[in-house]
C-alpha cells in the first residue's frame, strides 16, 4: 500500500464540451501529473469541483478510470458529502477500486454543530463501511466548508478508528494549526493543503502536501520536498501569485495554455471561466516565474495574447 507521503496534486476536472467528464483525457492527465512529480494524485477534491457532480457520475467516472488502467492505488478519492448514504456509498466504491485513501470534508450544509455529531456522522459513516473501509484523510477545509475538525475531534476519531483515521489535510492556510495538528496527532498523516506550508510541515513533521496549484508546480515541489530547500522561496512565491487568481479556473487555463486543448478550460457552474483581465494577470505571473534554470513550469505555460475575451470580466 503506498504511503501517504509527499507531493499530492488536487486535480482538476476535465470536461466535455457539454460539461460532463472527459473519463478518457481525466486518466491521460493523471498519468502526466503522475509522470511530472507527484506522489499521487487527488480526484473529486475541491479543484475537482466535486460538489458539482452527483454520486452516480462520480461513480461512473471512477469506474471508468479503473477501467482504463489508472493506477488507482494512487489515487485519493474525495468522497465527502452531507448525506452520510451518499458519503458510505462513495468511500466503499474508493475502497473497492484499491484507491489508495478516501479524503473526507465534514457535513458542510449546517454549521456551527457541535463536535459530538460530527463524532456520530464519522462513527456511522465507517461503521457502516465495515470491512470495505479505506484509509481515510479528514479534510479541514473550514473556510470552503464553513465546518472544520478540531484537534479534538481528530483525536477522538484516531482513537476510536485508528486503522482507518490515518491523516488530515489542512487547508486552514494557518501554520500554527498545522503544528498543533502534527504535534497532537501521534498516528495520524499531516498534509498541508499547499504547497506554500510544504517546507514548514516538513520542518514541523508533516507527511507533505496536497494542493491545488500542483497542477503546474507538481516539478517544484517535489524538488524542494525532496530536500533542494533553496527552490522553497521560489516555491512560496508562485503559489501565493497563483492563488492571488481564481485557482481552479486558472489552473484549468493554464493547462489548456500548455497542451493546447481550449477545451480544458470549461468548468462546471455557478464556475466560470477566467475573464480577459486575469488571463493578462496569470500571464504576468508566469512571466515572473523566469529566475532559476530548470525550472520548467515557465517554459510550459506561454501565452498568446488574448484579442478578445475569452470569459467573463
Known amino acids: 500500500m503506498i504511503p501517504l507521503e509527499g507531493v499530492w496534486a488536487a486535480s482538476v476536472t476535465p470536461l466535455t464540451p457539454n460539461l460532463e467528464v472527459d473519463v478518457e483525457r481525466f486518466h491521460r492527465y493523471i498519468g502526466w501529473l503522475l509522470d511530472k512529480g ?32 489508472t493506477p488507482m492505488d494512487r489515487v ?96 486552514s492556510g494557518d501554520a500554527d494549526n498545522l503544528t498543533r495538528l502534527v504535534k497532537g496527532l501521534d498516528g495520524m498523516a499531516v498534509f498541508a493543503g499547499s504547497e506554500a506550508l510544504l517546507p514548514y510541515a516538513m520542518n514541523e513533521g508533516g507527511v507533505g502536501c496536497i494542493s491545488a496549484t500542483a497542477n503546474v508546480t507538481s516539478e517544484l515541489a517535489r524538488r524542494v520536498y525532496e530536500g533542494e530547500n533553496e527552490l522553497g522561496d521560489l516555491m512560496i512565491r508562485t503559489r501565493r501569485a497563483l492563488e492571488s487568481l481564481p485557482v481552479i479556473a486558472s489552473m484549468k487555463h493554464l493547462l489548456a495554455e500548455h497542451f493546447s486543448e481550449p477545451q480544458l478550460r470549461s468548468v462546471r457552474p455557478p464556475l466560470v471561466p477566467i ?9 504576468q505571473v508566469i512571466e515572473t516565474l523566469r529566475p532559476l534554470p530548470n525550472i520548467h513550469l515557465e517554459a510550459e505555460f506561454q501565452f498568446q495574447p488574448a484579442a478578445k475575451p475569452v470569459g467573463p470580466a
Open 38 to 69: 507527484c506522489h499521487g494524485v487527488v480526484v473529486f477534491g475541491t479543484t475537482g469541483e466535486a460538489n458539482s457532480f452527483t454520486v452516480a457520475e462520480r461513480r461512473a467516472v471512477l469506474d471508468g478510470l479503473c477501467r482504463l488502467g
Open 275 to 283: 475573464g480577459h483581465k486575469d488571463v493578462t494577470k496569470l500571464s
Open 76 to 171: 485519493i478519492v474525495g468522497t465527502g458529502c452531507s448525506a452520510e448514504p451518499d458519503t458510505i456509498e462513495l468511500t466503499s466504491q474508493a475502497s473497492a477500486l484499491g484507491c489508495a485513501a478516501a479524503l473526507l470534508l465534514p457535513p458542510f450544509y449546517y454549521k456551527d454543530v457541535p463536535d459530538e455529531g460530527l463524532f456520530q456522522y464519522f462513527s456511522r459513516v465507517i461503521e457502516g463501511l465495515g470491512a470495505s473501509t479505506p484509509r481515510v484523510l479528514f479534510y479541514h477545509f473550514p473556510k470552503m466548508a464553513g465546518v472544520g475538525f478540531s484537534l479534538s475531534l481528530l483525536q477522538r476519531l484516531e482513537a476510536a478508528f485508528p486503522n482507518v483515521a490515518c491523516g488530515v489535510k489542512d487547508s
